[in-house]
């Protein structure tokens, strides 16, 4: 199957800091890379949708200017949250499609990334 | 307005047993519906995958049924083993929508011994 991975799967970070989450997909390519977001008991929230080498379309309510996603390469895209505040805290879950796999509109989960902001 | 609902919320079963976990939905007209296995702070694991045509998809212990007709879907878990504890979401692909995936709040299985 097709890997994702994220680093890191946890980070703790102080009010006003910013932290940087990664995902990468580890054999194949992604054009397309999606971010969620779970909160407790919640299902996934789609935060924003990237492709490769151009602009992150942001889902309604989501600040772009917080939530920074660069799609740089056809296997790395990253989440900054910038200055993180305690609401920010979430389970933050990325996906990538694999155009040359089948179906081609699988998307294939990282295991997720758990932001504590204290 | 949910437009995938999955029922029951939560259940308990002993091990070795069977269950059936139940998805209804909205979403209209629709390419495809999948159920995933998310494994407490683990991202989702994809069980199967049914486009609008099929009626029903199995993985090993897990058989999915669709019925376009009454939009509903089902998750069967035959023969329930203690790896089987997460939460199973439906999530539903609208046709046209090759980016949008529409998610259940998902059914949380407890499977005791």
């Known amino acids: 199957g097709a890997v994702v991975s994220q680093h890191p799967s946890w980070v703790i970070c102080k009010s006003g800091t910013s932290v940087k989450i990664e995902c990468r997909s580890l054999?194949?390519?992604?054009?397309?890379m999606f971010w969620y977001r779970q909160f407790p008991k919640q299902s996934l929230m789609l935060m924003a949708t990237?492709?490769?080498?151009?602009?992150?379309?942001?889902e309604q309510g989501v600040e772009k200017d917080k939530f920074l996603i660069n799609h740089a390469s056809l296997t790395l895209s990253t989440l900054t949250v910038t200055s993180a505040h305690p609401e920010d805290s979430s389970f933050y879950i990325c996906?990538?499609?694999?155009?040359?796999?089948?179906?081609?509109?699988?998307?294939?989960f990282g295991p997720g990334t758990r932001l504590t902001v204290t | 307005k949910n437009q995938v609902e999955q029922s029951p919320q939560s259940l308990i079963i002993l091990e070795g047993k069977n269950c059936t976990l139940q998805?209804?939905?909205?979403?209209?007209?629709?390419?495809?519906l999948r159920w995933y296995k998310q494994d407490t702070g683990r991202g989702p694991v994809s069980l199967t995958i049914?486009?609008?045509?099929?009626n029903t998809k199995s993985n090993g212990r897990y058989t999915a049924t669709l019925d376009a007709d009454t939009k509903q879907s089902s998750l069967h878990i035959t023969a329930s083993q203690l790896s089987d504890s997460a939460s199973y979401i439906c999530?539903?692909?609208?046709?046209?929508?090759?980016?949008?995936?529409?998610f259940g709040a998902g059914t949380r299985l407890a499977v005791h011994p």
């Open positions: 990237s492709n490769e080498g151009s602009k992150a379309t942001y």
């Open positions: 996906s990538a499609r694999a155009w040359d796999r089948t179906p081609s509109y699988e998307q294939y």
């Open positions: 054999d194949f390519q992604a054009t397309t």
């Open positions: 049914m486009t609008f045509s099929e």
């Open positions: 999530v539903v692909n609208p046709r046209g929508g090759y980016n949008k995936l529409i």
């Open positions: 998805c209804n939905y909205t979403v209209s007209p629709f390419s495809n």
